[in-house]
């Protein structure tokens, strides 16, 4: 057992090279569109929940927004060919849905918002950029949210089916890799139950987390039985979904904390694939949920069945993982009936930290991850959509910029979790591609600009202008073989 974690362990990385991957291995880097856009009210483009959310200043710890963030709306082109330059093969972002379709309702498409998109796209191609859309990455259409109460109402299956049926119509032609939703556990959780994230919701948090999945769901499959009826034969390309995952260690080999741990990953991303893979929600969740947890009905079932042809697993950590009892709760967290622990039984810390207190580096936690997916759920295509590190702003500060550049620790990062994905092929888990989370530094959600994730430096006191840190360059080296 420790053998099995120490050979990835950070520090101990033998060099990772391009040659451990397979040929047609596809390395990319990740964004989102709120995050990095700005252009709030430029070119037709609706508010969102998080262009409402972030004007209440106690919602967003630098009092910040996205309305400018780092200006990509205008500078799509640097970024784009500083992306080929340094050799990457494909680029994952997201496409607003408030830009297309400015109230959400889908009646009429905004052309100048397909016109972004499209330039974007052609841009990406035209630099040998293979581009993965994001339809969905948290960023809804206000109007959806205050007229029918966004995820928590049934209604919004219908709306996404019609907003990605109109990308995949406009887009389709030219991107093959669709992702529908990311990450539909922290909109459930952090914004239908938490708060902490658009819309702020945190009314009802023992039932509406799930009913806000619920519905996610549902509209994932509503978009991809669109793409699998209207467009898939023409266009050919592949649909899938993002989910989030960090692994859970059992803090021992007693039996209650291994079934903590695997109900904490049932609870993570059981809650999503189960009904994809197996027709219903884990087990584990319905016994503590109950009536809390909305039930699929045969319809549901049937439109939900295998509607993924690969899984999009965003990974950035670990925690060790212990059985607690817990007053019969239904918060999301109390109800899993664990703990998350940052050292191990021994007292050792789980891996160095990064800057979000949540994020401890652990690479041997991305292999298991990708073998469990493999293993649970008959061994589907599997992309890293997201992966990394942040550094805080305030200490990068009180360096001079070329030091900001120096970061090391993010090499180590890199290069622990893709030897990690790499021993995960070799064990069988069908992997197909990497994302690095993110090519640039943007708008950190509720962290706002505090956390920087990005491989691109980018200077926010000195027009937003862009400088490849270190973890970029090693990219390039680790792309070009050299
Ligand atoms: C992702 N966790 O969210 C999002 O998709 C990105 O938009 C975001 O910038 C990035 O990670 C960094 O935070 C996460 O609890 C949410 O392990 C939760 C976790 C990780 C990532």
């Known amino acids: 057992m420790e053998n099995a974690r120490n050979d990835v362990r950070d520090g101990a990385v033998k060099e990772i090279s391009r040659t451990d991957f397979p040929k047609d291995f596809v390395f990319g880097v990740a964004t989102s569109c709120y995050q990095i856009e700005g252009a709030r009210s430029e070119g037709g483009k609706g508010d969102n929940i998080w262009d409402v959310f972030s004007e209440n200043k106690d919602n967003i710890r630098d009092d910040s927004n996205g309305d400018v963030a780092v200006d990509h709306y205008h500078r799509f082109k640097e970024d784009i060919e500083l992306m080929a330059k340094l050799g990457f093969g494909a680029y994952r972002f997201s496409i607003s849905w408030a830009r297309i379709f400015p109230d959400g309702l889908g009646t009429k498409v905004n052309e100048e918002g397909v016109a972004f998109y499209n330039n974007l796209i052609n841009f990406m191609l035209e630099k040998g950029i293979q581009p993965y859309a994001t339809l969905y990455?948290?960023?809804?259409?206000?109007?959806?949210?205050?007229?029918?109460?966004?995820?928590?109402?049934?209604?919004?299956?219908?709306?996404?089916?019609?907003?990605?049926?109109?990308?995949?119509?406009?887009?389709?032609?030219?991107?093959?890799?669709?992702?529908?939703?990311?990450?539909?556990?922290?909109?459930?959780?952090?914004?239908?139950?938490?708060?902490?994230?658009?819309?702020?919701?945190?009314t009802d948090a023992t039932n509406e987390p799930y009913l806000a999945a619920h519905h996610q769901l549902l509209a994932h499959a509503a978009a991809y039985k669109v793409y699998e009826e209207k467009f898939k034969a023409r266009q050919g390309g592949e649909v899938g979904l993002v989910l989030d995952c960090e692994w859970a260690e059992a803090f021992s080999d007693k039996p209650e904390d291994e079934m903590a741990a695997a109900?904490?990953?049932?609870?993570?991303?059981?809650?999503?694939?189960?009904?994809?893979?197996?027709?219903?929600?884990?087990?584990?969740?319905?016994?503590?949920?109950?009536d809390h947890l909305p039930k699929l009905s045969e319809k549901d079932r049937e439109h939900l069945r295998n509607s993924v042809d690969f899984v999009g697993l965003n990974h950035y950590t670990t925690r060790f993982i212990s059985h607690v009892e817990t007053p019969r709760e239904i918060h999301f967290y109390q109800v899993q009936e664990?703990?998350?622990?940052?050292?191990?039984?021994?007292?050792?810390?789980?891996?160095?930290?990064?800057?979000?207190?949540?994020?401890?580096?652990?690479?041997?936690?991305?292999?298991?991850?990708?073998?469990?997916?493999s293993r649970k759920y008959n061994n589907p295509k599997i992309y890293v959509t997201e992966n990394g590190m942040d550094e805080e702003d305030s200490e990068l500060e009180k360096l001079q910029l070329h030091e900001r550049l120096n970061d090391t620790k993010r090499v180590g990062y890199f290069k622990g979790y893709l030897a990690a994905v790499s021993q995960a092929i070799k064990d069988g888990a069908d992997v197909r591609g990497y994302f690095a989370w993110s090519f640039l530094d943007n708008f950190e959600w509720a962290q706002g600009y505090t956390k920087r994730f990005g491989l691109v430096y980018v200077d926010y006191k000195n027009g937003l202008t862009r400088h490849p840190k270190a973890s970029a360059i090693w990219f390039s080296h680790f792309l070009k073989g050299e």
């Open 137 to 202: 990455h948290w960023d809804l259409p206000y109007n959806l949210h205050s007229s029918i109460g966004g995820w928590l109402s049934d209604k919004i299956v219908d709306y996404f089916g019609m907003y990605a049926e109109a990308c995949f119509a406009s887009f389709g032609d030219r991107v093959k890799h669709w992702i529908t939703i990311n990450e539909p556990l922290q909109t459930a959780v952090n914004g239908y139950g938490a708060g902490i994230f658009a819309p702020g919701i945190c």
């Open 263 to 290: 109900r904490r990953l049932d609870f993570q991303l059981g809650w999503y694939l189960d009904p994809i893979f197996f027709g219903d929600y884990p087990e584990t969740m319905r016994q503590r949920l109950g």
């Open 338 to 373: 664990m703990e998350r622990n940052e050292t191990s039984k021994s007292g050792e810390a789980i891996g160095d930290r990064a800057a979000s207190e949540w994020l401890f580096i652990v690479p041997w936690g991305l292999k298991k991850t990708l073998n469990y997916i």
